[in-house]
C-alpha cells in the first residue's frame, strides 16, 4: 500500500532493517499503517496541521518577517522507544543531570573539580557564561538546573549519544505534550495496540519541582516571558497555564524593600518562584544588559539574598558549554564515582593546537560549530557543504579558534516519515526533559525532532525541522 | 490577577465590541444611503467617519468621499488604526498575550477570527452585507465561547466589563449621529418628533434598529409605529433591551462588586462603583421627555463624557494600581 523508502546502506533506522524488514516493536504500527489508504493518511494530516493552526502552535522565527508565525511541520510518524532503552536512557539522564548540578556547586564555591586538575581554570572562569555574581551563593537543596533538556541522538551503530545538554531555558516540552494529544485525536486506534508511557503530567511535576525549589511556605510561582513576540511565546503561555499559575513579563513585576512582587488588580503579590524563560544578560538592567526592557531592575539583589528563586539558576550556562561539554563524563566520575551511562560524541577542541590542525585537515568530514552557538547557526556540517565554503570556514575558525569545536559527522538514525513522494527515512534525535526538585523526576518521553530535508543532519526547528511524537513503550 | 492581563482581557473584549459596533455603524449608513429619499447620500456614509473621528485620516488617503473607499477605509484598511479588521487585529494581539487566561475555545475563535480576516483585503469579499453578517457572527462565536467556556472569575468580569463599556459608548454615539441625520431639529423642534408618518422617518429608525438589532423588541414593547421619542426611549431608558444605554450600564454596575477587591477603604476600585452606580440610577430612574426637553445631542454628549471618566476610573483602579 505504501512504498517505504529504505534506509541508506549503512545508516541506522529505528524501524527498518537495511533488508526492509521491520524492527519487532515496529511491527504492530507497520501492519497498522499498511491497512490505511494513502488518502485517509493525507486527510489526517491536513487535519492536523488545521488544528495545530487554530489552536496557535506556532513558532515566530528571527527575522523572518513574512511568516511571522509558523507552524513546526508534525509528522505523523511515531518514533517508538523499547522499554530497555528507556531505562537505560532514564538512568543515564539521573546519572548526567546530578553530576551537571554538582558541577556548578562547585565551580561556584570550592573549584574542587579545578582543583583536582581535570577542567581548566581558564576554561570555568574565562568562560563568558561563569557568572561571578554567584560565586559562594548558596541555593536551597544546592540546585542549578531545575529543568534540563539533554540532545541524544543515535548513531549508524545504534548506540545513544549526548549531543549537547541545555541547562539554560531549554524550550521544546510543550510540543512533546500537544504532539501527544494530536496522535491520541487522530489515531486512537494506535493506543489501543500499543502501551504507550503517558507523558500529560509533565506540568504537574514541573510545578511540583519549581514549589520545591523555594523554601516559603505555599510559594508564589510564575512564569517570566520576554513577550508575544518571542519564538516560545506559546510554550511559556501553554506551561502556566497548565500549571495555573501568572505568566508575567518584566514590566509585571517591581523590587520593594529587598523583595519580588508583581502588579495585581489588588495590590502588590509577593513572588517566590520564578520560572524565567529569559536569558541571563536580560534579567536585571542593573546588574547585566542595561538596554534590556524584558527584566526587573533589582532582581539580582533580591535574588543574592534569598528572597526569590531563579529556575533555572543564573550561571549555568557554564555548564552546557560547548567547550564544557567533553568534560561531562569526567565531572561523572568525579563527583559521583560512577562511570558514566551516557556517551558523549567525541570532540575535537580547537582551542588546543593538536586538535586544531586535524580539524583543519579533516574539516570536510566534519561538524564544526562555535562554542556558545546554539539553534543551529554559525555552523559547518562539513560533508553536506561546497569546498568554498570549507575553506571559508576555515579562516573563521582559525582566526579565533578557541571559539569552535568539531565533532564527526554523526550518521543519524532515520525514521521512516512522510514526504512529497511518499515515506522516507529522515534523520532525528530526542531531548527528553530532566526536572531536578526533590528528587529527579522526569515523564517517559520527549521531544523528537526531525530534519525534513533528505540526508540533512540538522533538526532545528529554526532550520526547518519538524517534530514527531515519541512514544517510550511500558515494559 | 495580573493588572496588565486585566488590562488586556478588558481590551480584548472592547475592541472585539468595537468591531462588532463599527459593523452595525457601517450597516445602518448603507441602509440608509440605498434609500431613494436619502439626504444625499454622502452624508450617510460620511457618518462613520465622524462617529469615530477619522475624517481627516480619510482625506489625508482619498480626495472624494466614494461609498467603496469609504468601505474599505472603515472596514479592510489595516492602516486605518480605527477600522473593523484593525479592531479585531488588536483584539487578537490582546488575547495572544492573555491566552492562558483565557480557554482554548475563546482563543481558537478570535485567532480564526483574525486568520480568515487578514487575507480579506487580498482575497475581496462578495458583498459588504456578507462582511457585516461574518463580523457579527464572529462576534457571537467569541461571546458564546466566553459564556459557555469561561470560569466566572476575575478574568470573566474583565472581559464583560470592557464589552459593555465599549457598547454603551457606541450606542450613545450611533443613536447621536442618526438622529442628527434623520432628524436635524431634534433639539429644537420637538414637534419633529411627534408622530413621525414620513415615510423616510420610517426607514431610518427601522434601519437604526435593525443594526442594533432591537427591532423586535420595538414591536414587541410598543405595539405601535415607529417613532423617534419611542426609539429614544428604547435604546436609553429600557432594561431589557441588550444593547441599550440602561442595559449596558446595568450590567457594569453588577459585575464591579464581582471583581476581588480589597476590603473598605483600600478597595481601589471604590470611586469606579459610585460612577457607576450613578450612571445606572439616573438612567432607572430617568424619563424620556426630560432627556428630549433638555436637549438629545446634549443629554447623549453629557453620558459620552460620564462614560469616559468611568473609563477613566476603571484603568486607575484595576490596570494601574500598585
Redesign the interface.
Same mark, same amino acid.
Given at each position: 500500500m505504501h512504498a517505504l523508502t529504505l534506509p541508506a546502506p549503512g545508516h541506522f533506522d529505528e524501524m527498518l532493517l537495511a533488508s526492509g524488514a521491520i524492527r519487532p516493536h515496529y511491527q504492530a504500527f507497520a501492519n497498522w499503517l499498511h491497512a490505511q489508504t494513502p488518502e485517509h493518511l493525507a486527510k489526517k494530516r491536513a487535519e492536523a496541521d488545521l488544528l495545530f493552526?487554530?489552536? =496557535?502552535i506556532t513558532f515566530a522565527v528571527y527575522g523572518d518577517e513574512a511568516g511571522a508565525e509558523r507552524l513546526i511541520p508534525f509528522d505523523t510518524v511515531p518514533r517508538i522507544v523499547p522499554a530497555e532503552d528507556w531505562s537505560m536512557l532514564e538512568a543515564g539522564l539521573r546519572q548526567r543531570v546530578t553530576a551537571l548540578n554538582r558541577f556548578l556547586w562547585d565551580i561556584y564555591h570550592g573549584h574542587e573539580i579545578v582543583k583536582a586538575g581535570l577542567i581548566p581554570a581558564e576554561q570555568v572562569f574565562a568562560n563568558a557564561q561563569y557568572q561571578p555574581a554567584m560565586q559562594g551563593l548558596d541555593l536551597p537543596h544546592g540546585i542549578y538546573a531545575h529543568i534540563t533538556g539533554v540532545d541524544l541522538i543515535r548513531h549508524s551503530d545504534g548506540g545513544y549519544y549526548v549531543l549537547e545538554d541545555n541547562l539554560r531555558v531549554p524550550s521544546g516540552v510543550s510540543y512533546m505534550l500537544e504532539n501527544r494529544k494530536m496522535m491520541m485525536r487522530l489515531f486512537p486506534e494506535l493506543f489501543a495496540r500499543y502501551a504507550v508511557a503517558p507523558v500529560a503530567h509533565y506540568p504537574t511535576l514541573l510545578l511540583n519541582t519549581l514549589r520545591h525549589a523555594s523554601t516559603a511556605d505555599n510559594p508564589n510561582v510564575v512564569v517570566l516571558t520576554p =513577550? !508575544?513576540f518571542n519564538s516560545a *511565546?506559546f510554550e511559556h503561555?501553554?506551561l502556566?497555564?497548565q500549571m495555573g499559575v $501568572?505568566?508575567? $513579563?518584566g514590566?509585571?513585576l517591581?523590587v520593594k524593600d529587598e523583595f519580588l *512582587?508583581?502588579?495585581?488588580?489588588? =495590590? !502588590?503579590k509577593r513572588v517566590d518562584v520564578i520560572y524565567r524563560r529569559i536569558d541571563d544578560a536580560f534579567l536585571d538592567p542593573l546588574a547585566f544588559r542595561a538596554d534590556s526592557m524584558l527584566g526587573v531592575p533589582g532582581l539580582l539583589s533580591v535574588y543574592k539574598q534569598g528572597h526569590v528563586i531563579l529556575a533555572n539558576a543564573i550561571g549555568t550556562g557554564v555548564a552546557d558549554d560547548k567547550s564544557i561539554y567533553p568534560y561531562v563524563p569526567d565531572m561523572i566520575r568525579f563527583y559521583l564515582k560512577e562511570e558514566p551511562i551516557l556517551h558523549n560524541v567525541p570532540t575535537w577542541q580547537c582551542r588546543k593546537p593538536a586538535d586544531l590542525d586535524h580539524v583543519l585537515a579533516h574539516m570536510a568530514e566534519l561538524v564544526v560549530k562555535e562554542v556558545h552557538g546554539a539553534g543551529g547557526y554559525g555552523m559547518l556540517v562539513g560533508p553536506a557543504s561546497t569546498q568554498a565554503e570549507v575553506e571559508d570556514f576555515k579562516l573563521r575558525v582559525q582566526a579565533n579558534p578557541s571559539n569552535y569545536i568539531a565533532q564527526p559527522t554523526l550518521c543519524l538514525s532515520s525514521c521512516p516519515t512522510f514526504v512529497e513522494s511518499g515515506i522516507a527515512p529522515r534523520h532525528l534525535d530526542l531531548r527528553p526533559f530532566v526536572l531536578t526538585g526533590r528528587e529527579i523526576s522526569m515523564v517517559a518521553g520527549g521531544l523528537t525532532r526531525v530534519a525534513l530535508k533528505q540526508g540533512s543532519l540538522v533538526v532545528n526547528s529554526s532550520q526547518g525541522g519538524g517534530t514527531k511524537d515519541t512514544w517510550i513503550l511500558e515494559s | 490577577m495580573l493588572s496588565r492581563t486585566a488590562a488586556q482581557l478588558y481590551w480584548m473584549s472592547r475592541y472585539l465590541e468595537r468591531s462588532e459596533d463599527l459593523v452595525r455603524m457601517l450597516d445602518v449608513t448603507h441602509s440608509l444611503s440605498l434609500l431613494p429619499q436619502s439626504r444625499g447620500a454622502m452624508t450617510e456614509l460620511a457618518a462613520p467617519l465622524a462617529v469615530t473621528g477619522t475624517l481627516e485620516a480619510y482625506h489625508a488617503r482619498h480626495d472624494k468621499l466614494e461609498a467603496d473607499k469609504l468601505f474599505n477605509f472603515m472596514a479592510l484598511d489595516l492602516e486605518n488604526p480605527s477600522s473593523v479588521l484593525s479592531c479585531l487585529k488588536q483584539a487578537r494581539e490582546n488575547a495572544h498575550a492573555v491566552r492562558g487566561q483565557i480557554t482554548a475555545e475563546m482563543w481558537e475563535a478570535i485567532n480564526s477570527t483574525w486568520l480568515e480576516g487578514r487575507t480579506l483585503p487580498k482575497r475581496g469579499i462578495p458583498s459588504v452585507s456578507s462582511f457585516f453578517d461574518w463580523v457579527k457572527e464572529r462576534s457571537h462565536l467569541f461571546r458564546g465561547a466566553t459564556y459557555g467556556t469561561l470560569q466566572r472569575n476575575d478574568a470573566y468580569c474583565f472581559i464583560r466589563l470592557g464589552t459593555f463599556t465599549e457598547r454603551a459608548d457606541n450606542t450613545a454615539r450611533l443613536l447621536d449621529v442618526k438622529s442628527q441625520l434623520i432628524a436635524p431639529a431634534v433639539d429644537t423642534l420637538m414637534p419633529v418628533l411627534a408622530p413621525s408618518d414620513s415615510a423616510p422617518d420610517f426607514y431610518a429608525w427601522s434601519a437604526l434598529l435593525r443594526s442594533l438589532s432591537a427591532f423586535e423588541a420595538y414591536h414587541a414593547a410598543y405595539r405601535d409605529s415607529l417613532d423617534g421619542r419611542r426609539v429614544t426611549e428604547l435604546l436609553i431608558l429600557r432594561p431589557d433591551v441588550p444593547r441599550s444605554l440602561r442595559a449596558c450600564c446595568d450590567e457594569i454596575r453588577a459585575i464591579l462588586p464581582q471583581i476581588e477587591a480589597r476590603p473598605g477603604a483600600a478597595d481601589a476600585g471604590r470611586e469606579v462603583k459610585q460612577l457607576a452606580g450613578r450612571l445606572a440610577l439616573r438612567l432607572e430612574y430617568g424619563a424620556v421627555d426630560e432627556i428630549l426637553d433638555a436637549g438629545l445631542h446634549g443629554w447623549l454628549t453629557g453620558f459620552l463624557a460620564e462614560s469616559a471618566t468611568l473609563g477613566d476610573a476603571i484603568r486607575r483602579a484595576y490596570f494601574e494600581a500598585n
Open positions: 493552526h487554530k489552536v =496557535g =513577550g !508575544p *511565546y503561555a501553554f502556566a497555564q $501568572e505568566l508575567v $513579563e514590566q509585571d517591581f *512582587y508583581m502588579r495585581t488588580t489588588v =495590590g !502588590p | -
